[in-house]
């Protein structure tokens, strides 16, 4: 699976911005799905997944409440809306695919986009 992120972008803390992913090569339908965040000088982190059995989500904790991973099965694309974005949310995101049910077990993802860089500013 090949995945394109589209979306990032620079915007003002207490903003909003929608990250897409689109998947080629192999329908997402069933797949994992996941977004994941890697600060300034800072180890890349998982901030939502989404299971592909059975759409249970999982967001880390300091997201909670802001963001919102969704897939579209139809377009074979997922995405994550931001909300509320403080400075603390910049970083580069990158968005993650695998056919192994790895949302709430753990393990590494096999499909990885580009990434997209994400700025907010104070």
């Known amino acids: 699976v090949q995945l394109v992120e589209s979306g990032g972008g620079l915007v003002q803390a207490g903003g909003s911005l929608i990250l897409s992913c689109a998947a080629s090569g192999r329908a997402l339908d069933g797949y994992t799905i996941g977004w994941f965040h890697q600060a300034p000088g800072k180890e890349r982190v998982k901030v939502s997944c989404m299971s592909g059995v059975d759409g249970n989500t999982y967001y880390l904790d300091s997201v909670k409440g802001r963001f919102t991973i969704s897939r579209d099965n139809a377009k074979n694309s997922f995405h994550l809306q931001m909300t509320s974005l403080g400075p603390e949310d910049t970083g580069v995101y990158s968005c993650?695919?695998?056919?192994?049910?790895?949302?709430?077990?753990?393990?590494?993802?096999?499909?990885w986009g580009q990434g997209t860089q994400v700025t907010v500013s104070s």
């Open positions: 993650a695919a695998d056919a192994i049910p790895i949302c709430f077990r753990g393990g590494k993802f096999g499909s």
